[in-house]
């Protein structure tokens, strides 16, 4: 279980140029599996309904604030996943994390060799899921 692959599920609204960057830099990491990009909840939401992921990772803080309520909606439907918001992490950001229950931020000016260790070393945290 531990080498099964890590599946992906990203979402943004203002940064979709770095949300490609990091979908093309997971997808080249052999255990790690993008389940799609998308712009908005609603996409999401329609990833969710075709595919499970272990992440849901958002990119950058969501211009459209009512984006995070997929967090919740994903939830509710006892999807099991993990949020992580990567992002340039300042006050806004520890607002958000905190007001739609992110339990993960990861500063997304480091390295993404980074994002990946601290991806696998998340994973399985029975505290998160």
Sequence with gaps: MKNK???VLIISDRLMDKARALAEFLSSIESFKVAGIAS??????????NSD???LIIAGYLKNETNYRVIEDLRKRHKRFITVQWAMVDSLINIFCSRYKIPLKFERTLPMELFVDFLRAHRNDPLLQ
């Design 53 to 55: 992921f272990d992440y």
């Design 40 to 49: 908005d909840g609603k996409q999401v939401m329609e990833f969710a309904s």
């Design 5 to 7: 692959e890590i599946k």
